[in-house]
Each structure stands twice: as C-alpha cells, then as structure tokens.
C-alpha cells in the first residue's frame, strides 16, 4: 500500500475529494449536514498540515492524475504559497462551518420561520462543501484549463450561496454577481484560446519554461488578467461586491469576503509573477499598483460613509483588496523582500480578521434585528466576546502590531521606502488612518451604554455564534508573532521564488 | 487557413454583440441570452483552432474537449441564471403593497 505511506503525492487529491464527497453526501442525509461537513472540514485541515509536513521535509511535489503526464495529463502540485492559501482556507473554514452550525441553530429557535431557516440550512452545507472543494482545486491545479473549472465551480456555488436569504436585494446581487463571475470565466476562456493557439500546452509548468514573448501570449495574459480582475474585485470592477457580499447570511459573508476573492487574486499572481514574469513590464505593474492605491482609499472612504455594518464591512473588502496589488510594482526591488511574502501575509491576517468581522457582524444583527451603525449602543454588554472579536479584528485591519495585518503593511512600506517609491508607502499609511476611523466609528457605538438599559436575559445564548470569531481574531491577531513561520514554509517550498525575486534568494 | 479564420472572426464578432447586449440591456433574460452569445463565440474560436492539419486528415483533439466543458458549464450557469431571474420576478411581484399578505413581517432580518 505505497498510497497510504507518507511520502506518496496522492494525498494532494484528498482536498479536492473530500469536501466533493462530504457535499453529496449532505444532499443524501440531510439530517446529518453538520457532523458531514465538520469531518470534512477537520479532516481537510489534518490533510493540509500533513501535505505542509511534506512539503518541509520533501519540497514541493507534483501528482499526475491517474498517471498521465502532461502535455495531455491534469498534474496537481503543492509548493509554498500554495500550501499557505490551502491552511488559509482550511482554518477559515474550520471556523465558519462552526459559527453557520451556531447561527442557524439559532435562526431555527425561532419559531416564526423555523421551517425557512431549517430550508436555507439544508442548502448551505452542500453549496459550502462544493465551494470549499472548488477553492482547495483552484489552489493545488497546474492546469490553465482545470482553473477555469475550478473557478467556474467557485462562481456557481458562491453566486447560489450568495441568494440563499431569498430576498429581493440578495436574489437580484447574487444575479449581478453571477453574471459578473460569469463574464469573467469567459473572459479568462477566451484567454486560454490564445495561450493554447501559440504554444499548444495547457500545464502552467510547461507554459513557464516557454517563456515566449509574442503577441499571442499578450494578449491571453491581458485577457486573462481582466477576467481574473473582475472576479477580485479591484477598483473599478468592484461594483458587484459590496451589495453581494453585504446581504449574504452571515456566514455566507464570511466565506465570500475572506476565501473567494483570493482565489481568483491566487491565480492572478501566479500568472504574472510566476509564468509569465518577462512579458509583464513595470509601466504595468505600476499601472496596477495606482489602481490598487485607489481602490485601498475609495473603499476606505465609502466604509466610512456607510449607515450599515455589514456594507461597511464589505467596502472595507474593496480597500483591502487594494493593497494586495500595492504590491506589484514593488516586486522587482533588487535586495528587497520577496513579493510572495508581502502578498501571502496580507490575504492571511486578511482572511483571518474579515471573516472575523463578518461573523462578529451576523451575531450583531441576529441579537439587535438590524445593523444600523448609530443603533449599535449597548451591544457590549450582551455580546462581550463577539465585541471583543470585533475589536481585535479591526485592529489587524487598521495594520497595528503584532496583528498579522501589521506584518503585512510593514513589509509594504519597508519595500516602497528601500526602492525610493515613497509615493505607496504614503497610500499605506493614509489608508490605514482611513481604517481607524471607520472601525472606531462603530467600536465607540458598541462600547457606549445608554442610561436606562436593562440586559434581556431571556435570550438563548449559542457559544458557536461567538467563539470561532474570537478564536479567528486572536489568530490574525498572533500571526504577526509568528511571523517567521509561514515565512518558512514560503522559502522552504517554493523553488521559483528566485525568479519572482530578481535579486535572488536572500 | 482561411476557414479557420472565417470561424474565428465570426467568433469574435459574437463575442462583442454579446457584450455589448450585457453592458447595454437591463432586461435579466437579455442579459442571459447575451452571456449565452458570448460564450457560443468563444467556443466557436476554440473550435476553429482545433482544426490546424497536424498530419492526415487528423485534427488537435484537446479543443473538442475543452468546449465540450465549456458546454457543461455554460448550461448550468445558465440555469441558474434563469432560476434567479425567476426568483427575482417573483419576489418583485409579491412586494406590491396590494398583495402582501397580512401577518406578514414587513422589515425581515438579512443576517
């Protein structure tokens, strides 16, 4: 059984399996959704850490589906940057499966529309699963065909996801947000034409050592790029996201705003930095980085005018979003940080703190009946944890140490000063000013109580509503400490950073 | 040569009617017949390319295949499409101040 033995480089299949087989399996017993989808997600987690463990021991590894070799076979392959978006979305989605155990248990208590809310929870846990398997696919793929797959599997279950609170606002964003991912799937389709017409080969390994320069390949990088933008949502293609994202279930929300977007993000970079990097020039990487610049203060300042917490997390997403390509046109620094790290710490501290925030947000909401920003007084004294997981969030958000989020913006600034680009690091620092006051907006309203107010103490409590978001906060919150962990696991298996980094390994 | 050109300029020419019908019309189901437009010239570009003569009278399967997915996934895309556009007309429907029905919760939880 040579399978079964540590080294064998099947285990890669089994996040891709796993999640596929836990969601038909909640289609068949739809009584038993939660326990199916808590193995699934705990045993993906077991499986990532293992595929790490060989990573650190073997370096990075490839798979052959049923043991065709490329040009014709489908290759899987693990190596550093992918291994942490997979622990990324292992451990975000260790801790979203139980906060939706605890939100719809607490939506089904109430009688008024149990059998509703018991229908929306018989939905999620296969669309979850399907979305999770899509995700994991996405991030160990070598195949620019089986990505479009993968991303279209993303796009259909997030899109149905999106709908499942059936109102009118969230039916018609999820179809903004369908045809978006949609026309972006085409877009990056009609690339795959042109990449396969001038070089006859689909597997991303093979693609990186043609390095042809032609016209051809221009144009499907262009074309995929745009397709890729428009599923990331960066600035001007950001129109979908806020309404998609803001009138989700909550932990829908979470989902969309900490894992789906990297996604596409993932794959963007791997093709600019990693397979093409000699067709892409600076005047385009710098073009990126004014569009990200943009996009981290116009979402900052549409956060801060913002009514309800939900959309002002959602545009604080689009702000985000913006810094991941404030690291473009500082990746050819010579002597500088490599990219891979700057990238990967930001969509890390990220995933951890907005899905945080998004749950924080639901539990709000489900407690006061609405999220209307300047009704939020009180809140802390029934809701202490969840308060407390909002404010520690936001303070990775807002970049200040030790969060994760103050890793990441360090080694921005660092990068833009070393390279006398002092123009981004002024971005940086304005929108994390930016961020400060649009997250103390609502922590001074949490944190105040009104005279007369009296604790409801007939409300049931669910500790699975606010535990996983602390615990995530706490996590984003630490990640800065460790620091020199995930940076290990990056150098350690990635034997292509040298390329992403001119300068050479440090 | 010229075949495959003729294939792939009217692919292209698909394309952009499609998109232009995306970007101009608000209707949903123009919008998910234009989606369909565009999807059918890309196929119909990558169908063309497969037919660069490798020897005798043999042709490049691999584009066969990716179209065939591309079919598999468009349909369903599209399905759901329809099934949302579905919804959409329906709750649109029923908001009318004139058919609520009583009892009804008027503002009801997002979450």
């Given at each position: 059984m040579t399978v079964f033995q540590f080294s064998s480089p099947a285990w890669m299949v089994c996040p891709v399996i796993l999640p596929l087989i836990a969601g038909l399996l909640c289609f068949l017993f739809s009584h038993r959704t939660f326990a199916i989808a808590l193995a699934a997600a705990l045993t993906n987690l077991l499986v990532v850490c293992l595929l790490t463990g060989q990573l650190l021991v073997f370096g990075p590894m490839r798979c052959h589906m049923g043991g065709w070799q490329p040009p014709l076979g489908i290759t899987l392959r693990t190596d550093g940057p992918a291994l942490l978006m997979l622990l990324m979305t292992a451990v975000t989605g260790l801790a979203i499966t139980l906060y939706a155990r605890g939100y719809f248990s607490y939506r089904i208590s109430?009688?008024?529309r149990a059998g509703r809310h018991q229908r929306q929870q018989r939905y999620f846990w296969p669309l979850w699963m399907l979305l999770l398997a899509g995700l994991n696919g996405l991030f160990l793929s070598n195949d620019v065909f089986n990505v479009y797959v993968t991303l279209e599997l993303i796009g259909i279950s997030a899109a149905s996801l999106a709908a499942l609170s059936g109102k009118p606002a969230s039916l018609l964003a999820s179809f903004r947000y369908l045809l978006v991912s949609l026309l972006g799937s085409l877009t990056y389709l009609f690339g795959i034409v042109f990449l396969y017409r001038s070089n006859g080969v689909l597997d991303l390994g093979l693609l990186q050592n043609l390095a042809a320069n032609g016209l051809g390949i221009r144009t499907a990088l262009v074309l995929m790029s745009v397709g890729l933008l428009l599923k990331t949502a960066l600035f001007p293609l950001h129109f979908w996201l806020p309404p998609a994202h803001a009138n989700a279930l909550a932990p829908v929300s979470a989902i969309l705003s900490a894992l789906v977007v990297k996604g596409s993000f993932y794959m963007l970079f791997r093709f600019w930095?990693?397979?093409?990097?000699?067709?892409?020039t600076q005047p385009t990487l710098n073009f990126m980085g004014t569009l990200g610049a943009v996009a981290v203060l116009w979402g900052a300042v549409q956060a801060i005018r913002q009514h309800r917490l939900k959309l002002m997390v959602a545009y604080s997403t689009v702000s985000q979003l913006g810094y991941l390509f404030i690291a473009f046109p500082l990746a050819?620094?010579?002597?500088?940080?490599?990219v891979w790290s700057i990238v990967i710490f930001i969509a890390l501290a990220h995933a951890c703190a907005k899905s945080a925030m998004f749950m924080a947000a639901g539990t709000v909401f489900l407690h006061?009946?609405?999220?209307?920003i300047k009704d939020l007084s009180g809140v802390r004294a029934s809701l202490p944890i969840t308060v407390f997981a909002y404010g520690i969030a936001g303070v990775s958000l807002m970049g200040l140490p030790p969060s994760g989020g103050f890793v990441g913006k360090w080694l921005l600034l660092t990068a833009s000063l070393g390279s006398s680009q002092w123009w981004w690091a002024l971005v940086v620092i304005t929108g994390s000013l930016l961020a400060s006051i649009y997250v103390f907006r609502v922590m001074s309203r949490l944190f105040v109580i009104p005279e007369g107010f009296s604790l409801k103490k007939s409300e049931p409590h669910f500790r699975l509503l606010e535990w996983p978001a602390l615990a995530l906060a706490l996590i984003s919150l630490f990640l800065g400490l460790a620091a020199s962990w995930p940076l290990h696991i990056l150098v350690h298996g990635t034997t292509t950073l040298a390329q992403v980094f001119v300068g050479g390994l440090p | 040569m010229i075949t495959t050109l003729i294939y792939s300029l009217t692919g292209l020419i698909l394309f952009g009617m499609g998109f232009f019908t995306l970007i101009i019309h608000s209707h949903p189901l123009r919008k998910i017949l234009a989606v369909n437009v565009m999807s059918t010239g890309v196929f119909l570009i990558l169908v063309a390319t497969?037919?660069?003569?490798?020897?005798?009278g043999e042709i490049d399967p691999v584009p066969h295949a990716m179209v065939l997915t591309g079919i598999v996934v468009s349909v369903s895309v599209t399905a759901l499409a329809l099934i949302l556009a579905c919804r959409i007309q329906e709750t649109s429907n029923s908001s009318l101040p004139g058919r609520k029905q009583q009892g009804e919760v008027p503002e009801e939880s997002i979450g």
């Open positions: 109430d009688p008024r930095f990693e397979i093409f990097p000699s067709t892409i050819r620094v010579d002597g500088g940080i490599p006061l009946g609405h999220d209307r | 497969a037919y660069i003569p490798l020897g005798e």
